[in-house]
Nanobody, 120 residues
Framework: QVQLVESGGGLVQPGGSLRLSCVAS????????MGWYRQAPGKQRELVGI???????NYADFVKGRFTVSRDNAKNTVYLQMRSLRAVETAVYFC??????????????WGQGTQVTVST
């Protein structure tokens, strides 16, 4: 069983920065893509950014160069560096990994989420 554990969330002022980390552990065969999603109160979960094993990235339009997703394959870790944070980005941020199991079966695993609050 694979577990994803996020860290780095908390309270930050508008315009500030925050870096989230997510570590995958357990019985890992291989990991394809890893990434970040978020869910604000009353809204659906939405993509923030994802990254493949090879380093190809895909970001939501609202990022506009402010966020960077990176990964350390040796550590099974994905990061989300956020800058110029806005109050509307207050949400629970979730880590996601697309895993490859036996017989080349793909499946998703989600972390528990970490709260990011942007406020004075």
């Amino acid at each position: 069983q694979v577990q994803l554990v996020e860290s780095g969330g908390g309270l930050v002022q508008p315009g500030g920065s925050l870096r989230l980390s997510c570590v995958a552990s357990g019985s890992i065969s291989s990991i394809d893509a890893m990434g970040w999603y978020r869910q604000a109160p009353g809204k659906q979960r939405e993509l923030v950014g994802i990254i493949t094993t090879g380093g190809n990235t895909n970001y939501a339009d609202f990022v506009k160069g402010r966020f960077t997703v990176s990964r350390d394959n040796a550590k099974n870790t994905v990061y989300l560096q956020m800058r110029s944070l806005r109050a509307v980005e207050t949400a629970v941020y979730f880590c996601n990994a697309l895993l490859i199991g036996r017989f080349n079966v793909r499946y998703d695993r989600w972390g528990q989420g970490t709260q990011v609050t942007v406020s004075t």
